[in-house]
Antibody
Framework: EIQLLESGGGLVQPGGSLRLSCAAS????????LSWVRQAPEKGLEWVSL???????YYADSVTGRFTISRDNSKDTIYLQMNSLRAEDTALYYC?????????????WGQGTLVTVSS | QTVVTQEPSFSVSPGGTVTLTCGLS?????????PSWYQQTPGQAPRTLIF???TRSSGVPDRFSGSILGNKAALTITGAQADDESTFYC??????????FGGGTKVTVL
């Protein structure tokens, strides 16, 4: 069974930093890309970032230059380093497994970790 | 700035049919955008329904179907049931690793 377990969320002040983790199991981690998708309170889903199986990284305009996605294939884990956090970054952050067969969709989702940016 | 557009809300009667659409602020949606659809109920993670325009994910009932209608992607629910009451999101692949969600359509079954 594929599982994605996010952690690392919490309360942080504006301008602060936080690192999220997503531990994966149930599939050959190194062969797949994974994304972060967030959802602000009472709002829709927003794609944040992707790291593919080759380690190439991609970001939404809203986080470019502030967030960094990375992966550790020895730990079956991806990370999201979030710097210069703003109130508008407050959201539930989901980890999502990406299809690897050129179909560009999210196959599995975690349950999310909550990030609150507030003074 | 590219925006993926969805209707904010729809209402459908039990047993009825509803078609949700997913468009692009700049141009037409095609199969090369690899449209996918996700269902989310309050407090739950999204569930993958449709990928590659019209392929149902494992375990998804066949009352859900995807297509291209005109210049938009579409999700049709045929024979709506009470537990279909959810918010539905489309995602389009814009190239260069970038995916974009629509704003979501809240479907009410009543």
């Amino acid at each position: 069974e594929i599982q994605l377990l996010e952690s690392g969320g919490g309360l942080v002040q504006p301008g602060g930093s936080l690192r999220l983790s997503c531990a994966a199991s149930g599939f050959t981690f190194s062969s797949y890309g994974l994304s972060w998708v967030r959802q602000a309170p009472e709002k829709g889903l927003e794609w944040v970032s992707l790291i593919n199986q080759y380690g190439n990284t991609y970001y939404a305009d809203s986080v470019t230059g502030r967030f960094t996605i990375s992966r550790d294939n020895s730990k079956d884990t991806i990370y999201l380093q979030m710097n210069s956090l703003r109130a508008e970054d407050t959201a539930l952050y989901y980890c999502a497994k990406r299809d690897t067969s050129g179909r560009y969709y999210f196959t599995n989702w975690g349950q999310g970790t909550l990030v609150t940016v507030s003074s | 700035q590219t925006v993926v557009t969805q209707e904010p809300s729809f209402s459908v009667s039990p047993g009825g049919t509803v078609t949700l659409t997913c468009g692009l602020s700049s141009g037409s949606v095609s199969t090369s955008h690899h449209p996918s659809w996700y269902q989310q109920t309050p407090g739950q993670a999204p569930r993958t329904l449709i990928f590659s325009t019209d392929t149902r994910s494992s375990g998804v009932p066949d009352r859900f179907s995807g297509s291209i209608l005109g210049n938009k992607a579409a999700l049709t629910i045929t024979g709506a049931q009470a537990d279909d009451e959810s918010t539905f999101y489309c995602v389009l692949y814009l190239g260069s690793g970038i995916s974009m969600f629509g704003g979501g359509t809240k479907v009410t079954v009543l």
